[in-house]
């Protein structure tokens, strides 16, 4: 039996840029913030503050990454209480939560949500008809990996 999960017309979505990128991501909400205010935001720390002063819209804002926020949006990942990620990140520079920033595209791609990493795939997804309409996603069934004797 198949699970599935229904994203609803107006998608949760994270917000996430290392500092290198944080720029990049407001220019980018700012160019989308007709789009992006249809949806719910959120975001961690400095990256929730600054998308929310540029854009005029209510983001639910985290810790920071390194402090934890990207556990946090992990959390709402796993729990299914999020929808999208789009997360700017810097390829150039090793970071200290570097595990926390694998951790979290892991759960991304566990719980077969889109993500988009850079301002191209960013583009893709938000223009996506898919992105603005009710979506049925599949869910993987991970029951045998639960139910394994240990």
Known sequence: ???????KARKRI???AHDHKKA?????AIYNKTVLSRHELYATGTTGQLIEQALDVSVRKLLSGPLGGD??????????ELDVII?????????????D?????????????????NRSSADFL??????????????????QYTKRKI
Not at 101 to 117: F, H, M, Q, T, Y
């Open 1 to 7: 039996m198949q699970t599935t999960k229904i994203l």
């Open 71 to 80: 556990q946090q949006i992990g959390a709402l990942v796993a729990t299914g």
């Open 126 to 143: 938000l223009t996506s008809p898919l992105m603005h309409q009710e979506y049925e996603a599949i869910l993987p069934d991970y029951s």
């Open 24 to 28: 990049e991501l407001i220019e980018w």
């Open 87 to 99: 997360f700017f990140w810097d390829p150039m520079e090793a970071l200290p939560h570097d595990p």
């Open 14 to 16: 994270a917000l996430i």
């Open 101 to 117: 920033i694998k951790a979290l595209l892991r759960l991304g791609v566990v719980w077969n949500i889109p993500i988009a990493s």
